[in-house]
């Protein structure tokens, strides 16, 4: 099933990027990004519906898709110049895995690039991904960071490694605005853990003018904001900035995995014990900005206000 949206492809020259995983948060923005810039933008997603907020960007397409049907997938990435890859997943369920969505999807669409002979390909992956990292979700991230690798004389690849990412519809920020509007004591796992947050809308610049950077072939870019922050200091300010005190009680690391487990039973998921282990290297990177962009990272204090109150 396809379902269009105002798509008019107009020259023939008008690049093509498809784009896996771009209904979420990140990707909507980085969808909008694609349109205002002219590109003619294809997003791959389950389920059509949710995308219906992108309805009314210019030269979008809403493709109906199972990325695991390879065949499929040839079939409507095979009129693609770029292929941009946001699908991830923050929690395991007994029917998606972490190998499944950060590994093996990534690996076949850059197969599948190398046999179309599509040129470019970029990768969102994370901060501190590495195979020999604390949790399943950082080692999943890092061994497909390994794989593509592999392509590195056949594609174009840029891969990109946020820390945190903040803005309207965040799971992060909003998750814990709900926590401090509803309860009067918050328990916190890590709360020593750090975090250098990044503007959603600045991970979509970097993604969208990366496309035709040819200084971004065949790099790795972390992505950070100005300011590094305890988890700590990140609940403190949102409290701050809705005015409301309340009493934030920071756990051990027994008592954070305590807590990360009582939360796994669950019917929807808050936080896991592989979430934990995540946290038990920091979420920061020494490295600067990507040099090829024209502005400096935006300040969490400077976004804040606008959706949180």
Request: hydrophobic share 40%; with cysteine; charged share 20%.
């Amino acid at each position: 099933m396809q379902y269009e949206i105002r798509c008019t492809k107009g020259s023939i020259s008008m690049k093509i990027v498809c784009v896996l995983g771009g209904t979420g948060f990140v990707g909507s923005a980085i969808v909008r990004q694609l349109s205002e810039a002219g590109y003619l933008v294809k997003v791959l997603t389950r389920n059509c519906q949710k995308g219906r907020h992108l309805a009314s960007l210019k030269n979008v397409q809403l493709i109906e898709c199972d990325p695991s049907n390879t065949s499929i997938l040839k079939n409507i990435l095979k009129s693609a110049d770029v292929v941009i890859n946001l699908i991830g997943i923050l929690h395991e369920t007994p029917k998606t895995t972490f190998e499944e969505i950060h590994t093996q999807l990534p690996r076949k669409l850059a197969l599948i690039c190398k046999e179309l002979n599509i040129p470019r390909f970029i990768q969102m992956s994370a901060l501190q991904a590495s195979i020999s990292a604390p949790s399943k979700y950082l080692r999943s991230k890092g061994k497909a960071e390994e794989f593509l690798a592999e392509f590195s004389g056949d594609l174009k690849i840029t891969i990109f490694q946020p820390s945190v990412i903040f803005g309207p519809c965040d799971s992060f920020i909003n998750l814990f605005a709900k926590l401090i509007k509803f309860l009067p004591v918050i328990l916190l796992a890590k709360p020593r853990a750090r975090f250098q947050p990044i503007y959603v809308e600045d991970v979509a610049a970097a993604v969208t003018q990366s496309i035709k950077e040819k200084r971004t072939f065949g790099q790795t870019y972390p992505l950070t904001g100005p300011k590094i922050y305890t988890l700590m200091e990140l609940v403190r300010l949102v409290s701050e900035q809705l005015h409301k005190k309340r009493l934030i009680v920071g756990l051990n690391d027994k008592l954070s995995y305590l807590q990360a487990w009582a939360m796994e039973k669950l019917p929807k998921k808050m936080m896991t014990r592989d979430n934990v282990r995540s946290m038990e290297i920091d979420s920061v990177s020494s490295q600067n900005f990507p040099d090829y962009l024209d502005f400096k990272p935006r300040s969490l204090e400077s976004i804040l206000p606008s959706y949180i109150n």
